[in-house]
């Protein structure tokens, strides 16, 4: 589908994790949902500024309302151990960041096996 162009993504990228949690909780100026709409995957790297990309996932999904949301994370340099751990922890893939520059076929599957809620998979070589 997503090679068809039959699935439309719309984008928000936050600056902070602050940020992007307000967004998902739908706090302050992301109150109104019709402008600011629940996402249905969150590509997240595994190292953030100040905090990793599986602690900010265990944050999404200890809230009620966000527990569902599917949450990618990305890596340059992950190891298996990486990638089985946020698999383990509910990641729904785990990407290698190197992949998209060598063929970013596999990443585009596995976004697309994300959205339909297929079962989890790692997108490394």
Same mark, same amino acid.
């Given at each position: *589908?997503?090679? =068809? %162009? ?9 600056? !902070?994790? %602050?940020?992007?949690? /307000? &967004?998902?909780?739908?706090? *302050?100026?992301?109150? !109104?949902?019709?402008? &600011? @709409? ?8 595994? $190292?953030? @500024?100040?905090?990793? %990309? ?6 999404? $999904?200890? $809230?009620?309302?966000? =527990?569902?949301?599917?949450? /990618?994370?990305?890596?340059?340099? @992950?190891?298996?151990? =990486? #990638? ?14 190197? !992949?998209?520059?060598?063929? @970013? =076929? ?8 994300? #959205?339909?809620?297929?079962? *989890? ?5």
């Amino acid at each position: *589908a997503l090679e =068809k %162009g039959t699935i439309r993504f719309r984008i928000f990228g936050a600056e !902070d994790l %602050g940020v992007a949690l /307000a &967004y998902l909780l739908g706090e *302050a100026e992301f109150s !109104d949902r019709s402008l &600011y @709409p629940t996402p249905e995957l969150i590509m997240c790297d595994i $190292h953030l @500024p100040g905090r990793s %990309g599986m602690d900010f996932m265990d944050s999404i $999904h200890s $809230h009620v309302t966000l =527990k569902e949301l599917r949450v /990618a994370l990305m890596s340059g340099l @992950p190891t298996q151990e =990486k #990638l089985e751990l946020a698999l383990q922890k509910g990641a729904c893939a785990c990407i290698d960041k190197g !992949d998209l520059v060598r063929d @970013p =076929k596999p990443f585009l599957r596995a976004v697309e096996e994300c #959205l339909q809620n297929t079962s *989890a998979l790692c997108v490394s070589e």
